[in-house]
C-alpha cells in the first residue's frame, strides 16, 4: 500500500475509533493466527491460485451501489477494489493490510478509489476461507461512510 493509502486509512481509523465504529478493530500491523478465519493473506486471494471475486453491495441507507473485491494473485495481498458511483464504474488496485479484532480474526484494510475501506466482520463457512466479509468505506461522494457487504461462493 503506498504512502498515501496508508495516511488515509490511519487517517480513517482514527476518524472511526473517535466515532466509536470499529470497537473490535485492532492495528493491522499486528498478525491474525493463520489458523482462524480470515487469518492469512491466502484466505482471502488464494493460495496456490488466484480465488473468487467478493461481490455485493455498498450503501448510505438511501443509495446502494455495486461493490467487489478482487483478489489479482494468490498468497499475494494486492486486490481491485471496484465501486460503481453513479454512472461510473471506478477501481483501485492495491494491497490490503491484514490486521487482527479481539477474538483473532483476520480484519482487512484497503484502498478505493478516492478513499479507504476496512472490515468490521468475516465468515469462513469451512476453514479459514473467508466467504463474506462486511464493513465500511470512506468515498468523497458520500458525506457518510459506505456499509458493504460482499461474499462468494
Given amino acids: 500500500m503506498n504512502r498515501f493509502a496508508k495516511a488515509s486509512v490511519t487517517a480513517l481509523v482514527s476518524l472511526a475509533v473517535s466515532m466509536g465504529t470499529i470497537a473490535t478493530a485492532t492495528s493491522p500491523a499486528m498478525a491474525a493466527s493463520p489458523d482462524v478465519c480470515g487469518g492469512a493473506i491466502s484466505d482471502y486471494t488464494g493460495l496456490n491460485s488466484v480465488d473468487t471475486a467478493f ?17 489479482q494473485t494468490a498468497g ?42 476496512y472490515s468490521t466482520g468475516m465468515r469462513c463457512e469451512s476453514g479459514s476461507r473467508v466467504t463474506k466479509i462486511t464493513g465500511y468505506l470512506h468515498v468523497p461522494d458520500s458525506d457518510s461512510l459506505l456499509e458493504f457487504n460482499v461474499s462468494r461462493a
Avoid at 453491495?57 to 483478489?71: E, H, K, W
Fill in 55 to 71: 461481490t455485493g453491495f455498498a450503501t448510505n441507507g438511501a443509495t446502494s451501489r455495486a461493490f467487489t473485491i478482487i483478489p
Fill in 76 to 117: 499475494s495481498p494486492l486486490v481491485k477494489t471496484e465501486l460503481v458511483t453513479a454512472n461510473n464504474d471506478v477501481y483501485a488496485i492495491a494491497n490490503f493490510e491484514l490486521g487482527v479484532n479481539d477474538l483473532g480474526q483476520g480484519t482487512i484494510y484497503f484502498a478505493v478509489y478516492g478513499g479507504t475501506g
